[in-house]
Every structure is written in structure tokens, then in C-alpha cells.
């Protein structure tokens, strides 16, 4: 049984705890409804800018005694920045949550976001679009992104491009801010040792009312205009990523396409390991995955591989994804999974920071807490004929999109294109 409590404030800034009383630490994190997605060409990758901009100073710390306040108490800060959210978070002991809460809350809303640091701070960036460009087995997924969402925002990078890096302002970084940091786009998660009454009075005291309403997000998705995209580049191994279209966060049939994931790629038992790397020895990588969005999703597998593997890797991938749609799984392969991810699942309760990460996404993108008990019987209800209905809907040949990185001949790109 969890200790879930929620709050709504009147400014619409909402709570979500879990009181742990048995742990000596608390995780906290703020989460934005922002990322990558509300982008246009002109600002992308301000969403990972401004979360750069944040940890600068402010009026009452500067950079370096933002850090040190955390650390000098053995604590953990940081933030990361995704194509639909954007979180800053601190683990610490949880004699310290309220310096934690007064720490994040006067970045939030008191950074310096000083001219000269933002100068500084684009050439960082410029760099980490760089380091980027030379790490392939990343870049790929990106790639993959912009091939199946063309020129939606769910298409662009989320560290942007450095040409647009360069050209923001500080009065486009102030403008997105006052837009998109706001209480109706807000959610703050704390799980660990606390009263729950305490965490609200603390919130209410150190986060100002910002009670306006984010712009809306683009919804309509384009249809895929590059099923196909290779890009040459002097590397060891070729680094590709086939996948296709999937379901939204709250589709109906995500718990059987989230075990589908699992048997097809998700660790060393799944059938892609066993095949590609086991029997054949053509990888030392290949997994597959499932990303959801509010409107869309996405099932990508991965593998890195030599030139000379290319087309044979290839084949066997999509053979596998079209044996699921022919023959569907075994009783065996579907207990198996879903004790594999009952387990997962479990283990990762262990952390307070993975409990308040998934008390923050759950209610930033349900509105409300998806209990472990919800998640535990959706994946017990999935039958073998959910998962076949799952694969006949999404493997279709028409639908599939490829994209690799690496030194690939005409020859070999000429075979793979045909993805037959």
C-alpha cells in the first residue's frame, strides 16, 4: 500500500507525495510540461538551454554555491530535458528537503539569467551538439525521430541546432519562461521520509503564484516522409534504428505492446539478443523500445553492427518483428515477460528518486497517480492474443522506417532500402 497524497493549489501548482517513513532520504523534483515539442524551427533547443541557464546563479547564490549547498550535505542535483518535459530534481537526507525545496525554487524563479552567462553557456551547448555529432549510436535515434515525424517539433533535436543557439536572446529565453514555467504546467513530486502537510506549507511559502495558462501544444502529426535515411559517415560499425509509428500514452493496448518491447528486445533473453548476437554473432548491441507521447509513439529497434552485417542485421530484424505477426509469442515467452517486468517494476521501488519520478510523469501526463497495483494488473490482463493484435496492427511493411549512420557503400544501401 502506497502513502499517495495530492494537492492542487489555488494558484493550480499541484502536489503529489509518498511518504516513505521507513528511509532516511527524499527525492524532489520539478517537473514542467515543456520540452523539445513546444519548439518552433527558430527556438529549438531553448527548452535545454534555459535548464543549462538555471543552475548560472541567481540573486541569492551564485553557480558554484548552488552546487555547494547540495553537495556539502551529501546530496545529488541536477535536470534533464526530454522532447515533452522538462525536470529538475535533488536527492538528499531528508533532514534536508526544505534546503533542497529552497535551493530548486530560487533557481526557478530568482536566476540571474546574466548576459555573460548565456554567451558562456551557448558555446557549451555548441560543444554538446558537437560531442553529439561523433557519438553515432545517439545521433541514430535522432535520426530516426526526424524520419518518422518529419517536420513536426517531435522531429527536432532536443539540444537544438548550433546555428540557433547562437541567435537567442535573453528576451526569447525570458519570453518562453514566462510562457511555459507555470503553475497550470507544473508538477512537484517528493517521495522519502516527510510529513506531507510540511512539504504543502513549504511549497506554498517558497513558490510564487504563476497561475497562467501554457500555450497549446501542435497536436496533428505529419504522415512519414522519409522511410529511409542513410547517412555516410567514417565510423567502425554501422549504427541503425527500425521501427515504425505506435500508441499514444493512453491507448488501450500500451501494457501489451510495452510486453511485445520486452520479447522482442528487452534484455538478454529476448528473441533479437538471442538471435542476432547469440546464434549469429553479429552485434555486440541490439535492444528495441517503446516511447509515448500524448497524440503518438514510437517501437524502434536498435543494433550496431559491421558494414559487411548491414543487410543481414536488417533482414533479421524485420523477419522477427513479422514471425510475431504470423505466429504471435508463447505462453512462455508472455508469463515469463510479465514476471520480468513485475519485477523491474518492484525493484525500482527501492529508490526514492525513481518513486518521485514516477509520482511527477504520472501526474504531468494522466493527471492523476497510476498506482503500482493499476500497473500490475494491466500487465496481468494481457493475453497472446493481445500481443498478435498488437503486431498485426503496427509491422506493416508500407509503415516501417529506417535510418543509418555509418560507412555504407551505394551497394549496400541499395539492398537495405528495399527493407525486403
Request: proline share 3%.
Amino acid at each position: 500500500m502506497q502513502n499517495y497524497e495530492e494537492i492542487t493549489l489555488d494558484s493550480g501548482l499541484r502536489i503529489v507525495t509518498e511518504a516513505l517513513p521507513y528511509v532516511n532520504s527524499a527525492s524532489i523534483g520539478v517537473w514542467f510540461g515543456t520540452g523539445s515539442r513546444d519548439e518552433s524551427t527558430e527556438n529549438n533547443g531553448i527548452s535545454h538551454f534555459i535548464e543549462h541557464l538555471m543552475f548560472k546563479g541567481t540573486q541569492k547564490r551564485t553557480a558554484r554555491e548552488i552546487a555547494e549547498t547540495i553537495d556539502s550535505v551529501g546530496g545529488q542535483i541536477n535536470a534533464f530535458t526530454s522532447k515533452d518535459h522538462t525536470c529538475y530534481y535533488v536527492r538528499i537526507l531528508d533532514k534536508y528537503l526544505t534546503l533542497a525545496m529552497d535551493v530548486l525554487s530560487d533557481m526557478l524563479n530568482n536566476s540571474l539569467l546574466d548576459p555573460n552567462e548565456i554567451e558562456k553557456e551557448k558555446k557549451v551547448i555548441i560543444e554538446e551538439i558537437r560531442m553529439y555529432e561523433d557519438a553515432p549510436d545517439e545521433l541514430v535515434h535522432d535520426l530516426f525521430a526526424q524520419s518518422i515525424w518529419g517536420r513536426h517539433p517531435l522531429g527536432q533535436n532536443i539540444a537544438g541546432e548550433e546555428e540557433v543557439i547562437r541567435n537567442l536572446t535573453r528576451a526569447d529565453i525570458l519570453n518562453y519562461i514566462d510562457a511555459h514555467y507555470v503553475n497550470k504546467n507544473t508538477v512537484i513530486s517528493v517521495a522519502g521520509n516527510f510529513s506531507h502537510t510540511n512539504v504543502v506549507k513549504d511549497i506554498e511559502r517558497l513558490f510564487p503564484s504563476k497561475p497562467l495558462t501554457p500555450p497549446k501544444r501542435q497536436e496533428s502529426l505529419p504522415q512519414i516522409e522519409r522511410p529511409v535515411y542513410i547517412k555516410e559517415k567514417k565510423t567502425e560499425q554501422v549504427h541503425l534504428c527500425l521501427g515504425t509509428k505506435a500508441y499514444p500514452r493512453e491507448h488501450q493496448d500500451r501494457y501489451a505492446l510495452t510486453i511485445l518491447d520486452s520479447i522482442l528486445g528487452g534484455g538478454v533473453s529476448s528473441r533479437l539478443f538471442q538471435r542476432v548476437r547469440e546464434e549469429r554473432g553479429l552485434v555486440y548491441s541490439v535492444y528495441s523500445y517503446y516511447t509515448s507521447y500524448q497524440d503518438t509513439g514510437a517501437f524502434v529497434v536498435y543494433a550496431g553492427t559491421s558494414p559487411e552485417n548491414i543487410e543481414e542485421v536488417v533482414e533479421i530484424v524485420t523477419e522477427e518483428l513479422f514471425n510475431v505477426k504470423r505466429d504471435g509469442v508463447t505462453e512462455k515467452e508472455l508469463n515469463r515477460t510479465k514476471e520480468q517486468l513485475k519485477g523491474n517494476l518492484m525493484l525500482s521501488l527501492e529508490s526514492t528518486s525513481n518513486r518521485m519520478s514516477r509520482l511527477g510523469k504520472s501526474e504531468l501526463f494522466f493527471g492523476r497517480i497510476v498506482t503500482i497495483e493499476e500497473v500490475v494488473k494491466n500487465i496481468e490482463k494481457v493475453q497472446i492474443e493481445d500481443i498478435k493484435k498488437v503486431a498485426l496492427d503496427l509491422f506493416k511493411r508500407e509503415n516501417l522506417v529506417l535510418t543509418a549512420i555509418g560507412p555504407i557503400s551505394d551497394k549496400i544501401a541499395d539492398k537495405i532500402k528495399l527493407i525486403d
